[in-house]
């Protein structure tokens, strides 16, 4: 993967984006300093490389009627590529499972689920997860309280 070369205005873009992705083109262009025309083919440009991947609206778990965060470690009975792509597919058909790392130290994956309640994700891991064939042992870790959930990422320089 090709690394972008990103100059100030394309980092100052990003971080306004990050933070307001509804922004009009034009207040865009007053904060960043460009006509609106060079700003929007900036924009577009960040886009169709794949810097800017999506846009997402940050919904309020708690008010949205899901309560209970978890993040659950996952070894596999055997770390090849057939059980590894076997449990992604799995995986990915598992709505509440909203984010999945392959990752080094004593598990192989780490997952993080969100579910309405502990009834609901007890339901979810003994009726989907632990029926992945491949899963060897899991353990869950359910967030307590959260004191920094950022979606921002810090572009370097």
Sequence with gaps: MALIKLD???RKILEILQSNAKITNAQLS???GLSPAPTLERVKKLENSGVIKSYHAKLD???VGL???TFVMVSLKGHNKQNIDQFVKNINKIDEIIECHHI???GD???KIIAEDIKSYQELMLEKVTNIEVV???QSMI???TFKDSKLIPIPE
Excluded: N, P, Q, W
């Design 30 to 32: 007053i904060e960043i």
């Design 61 to 63: 778990t708690d008010k």
């Design 136 to 138: 060897d042992s899991m």
């Design 8 to 10: 100030k205005t394309d």
């Design 104 to 106: 080094t130290g004593s």
């Design 143 to 145: 967030v307590l309280s």
């Design 109 to 111: 994956f780490i997952l």
């Design 67 to 69: 309560g209970v965060s």
